[in-house]
């Protein structure tokens, strides 16, 4: 009797059967042989991916597939190509649709896609662009316009006005949650500062910026907040707090995890104190300031 390893296996099963009762009425040995040799393959590599399909999952090449629930290294037969692509419950599946749709702004806004970091990816991943625990992450396709490897991008959303954005990838999610708190307290975020260059002169600026800027890696930016009517609160009433709206804005950027540039009497400043590590902010800073150098300043 057939073991019962698959719906394939039996198939194929099936077309041996009838080929093998061919070959008998014609005489033929060799189709016989071939038949048996490609059975006992097909047996092997299915008896070598069990470790896989026992915990309800399927073996494939991680190159070509998308595994939603993600990849398991070690459970399937074959090169290092082949992996074990975890079963994705009605429950999972329910939550890949819905940080899909809700969550996932950021990183398709950059040209990328969500997905499980066990999976492929032809580029690099990012964190904090996606929905969902932290091994969700964007997979961005590589830097384009002779940047190779930049990660400073443009970046919109329905809160912000004034000048154009450009941030890196990994302060994309801080963005998102600057324009939630906008949208929270009733009010747009005026930009004036965002990504700058290394040595550039920047005029208006409340401090001029260290060589440890966080706007140097595309981790700040600078501001002010605009009312309903369009007016204004600039940076003399941030600091004095004059203004309702915008003590709510800060409240919620604070909340979220962010400084707030008041603390260190930059009052239109806002950054995820990156530069706080400084081996890993001047790592950051001398990639994107070489790879970005096309990357417009605001």
Same mark, same amino acid.
């Given at each position: 009797?057939?073991?019962?390893?698959?719906?394939? #296996?039996?198939?194929?099963?099936?077309?041996?059967?009838?080929?093998?009762?061919?070959?008998?009425?014609?005489?033929?040995?060799?189709?016989?042989?071939? /038949?048996?040799?490609?059975?006992?393959?097909?047996?092997?590599?299915?008896?070598?991916?069990?470790?896989?399909?026992?915990?309800?999952?399927?073996?494939?090449?991680?190159?070509?597939?998308?595994?939603?629930?993600?990849?398991?290294?070690?459970?399937?037969?074959?090169?290092?190509?082949?992996?074990?692509?975890?079963?994705?419950?009605?429950?999972?599946?329910?939550?890949?649709?819905?940080?899909?749709?809700?969550?996932?702004? =950021?990183?398709?806004?950059?040209?990328?896609?969500?997905?499980?970091?066990?999976?492929?990816?032809? +580029? $690099?991943?990012?964190?904090?662009?996606?929905?969902?625990?932290?091994?969700?992450?964007?997979?961005?396709?590589?830097?384009?316009?002779?940047?190779?490897?930049?990660?400073?991008?443009?970046?919109?959303?329905?809160?912000?006005?004034?000048?154009?954005?450009?941030?890196?990838?990994?302060?994309?999610?801080?963005?998102?949650?600057?324009?939630?708190?906008?949208?929270?307290?009733?009010?747009?975020?005026?930009?004036?500062? =965002?990504?700058?260059? #290394?040595?550039?002169?920047? +005029?208006?600026?409340?401090?001029?910026?260290?060589?440890?800027?966080? $706007? #140097?890696?595309?981790?700040?930016? %600078?501001?002010?907040?605009?009312?309903? %009517?369009?007016?204004?609160?600039?940076?003399?009433?941030?600091?004095?707090?004059?203004?309702?709206?915008?003590?709510?804005? /800060?409240?919620?950027?604070?909340?979220?995890?962010?400084?707030?540039?008041?603390?260190?009497?930059?009052?239109?400043?806002? %950054?995820?104190?990156?530069?706080?590590? #400084?081996?890993?902010?001047?790592?950051?800073?001398?990639?994107?300031?070489?790879?970005?150098? $096309?990357?417009?300043?605001?």
């Amino acid at each position: 009797m057939l073991p019962k390893y698959s719906t394939n #296996l039996r198939l194929l099963w099936s077309h041996i059967a009838f080929i093998e009762q061919t070959s008998k009425r014609g005489g033929s040995q060799g189709i016989k042989m071939i /038949l048996a040799l490609v059975l006992a393959s097909f047996l092997a590599v299915v008896s070598g991916d069990s470790a896989c399909t026992n915990i309800g999952g399927s073996c494939l090449d991680w190159r070509y597939y998308k595994c939603t629930a993600g990849y398991e290294t070690g459970l399937c037969s074959g090169d290092s190509n082949r992996r074990c692509c975890k079963s994705c419950s009605s429950s999972c599946l329910s939550d890949e649709n819905y940080w899909s749709s809700n969550s996932d702004g =950021s990183c398709t806004g950059a040209g990328g896609e969500c997905k499980d970091d066990s999976n492929y990816c032809n +580029g $690099h991943y990012a964190s904090s662009m996606c929905g969902g625990p932290s091994d969700r992450r964007c997979c961005l396709p590589h830097g384009t316009g002779g940047g190779g490897s930049c990660t400073v991008r443009a970046y919109h959303n329905n809160n912000f006005v004034g000048d154009p954005i450009h941030v890196e990838d990994g302060f994309r999610g801080a963005m998102d949650s600057i324009n939630s708190a906008a949208g929270r307290c009733g009010v747009k975020v005026y930009i004036t500062h =965002s990504w700058r260059k #290394l040595g550039a002169v920047i +005029g208006g600026a409340i401090v001029q910026p260290a060589s440890n800027s966080n $706007h #140097l890696v595309g981790h700040a930016i %600078d501001m002010n907040i605009q009312r309903s %009517d369009g007016s204004l609160c600039n940076g003399d009433c941030l600091q004095g707090q004059w203004d309702n709206a915008a003590n709510c804005f /800060l409240d919620e950027v604070i909340a979220a995890g962010l400084t707030w540039g008041g603390v260190f009497n930059d009052p239109v400043h806002i %950054d995820d104190r990156y530069n706080t590590n #400084l081996n890993r902010y001047y790592a950051l800073r001398d990639v994107v300031q070489a790879a970005c150098s $096309h990357v417009p300043m605001t």
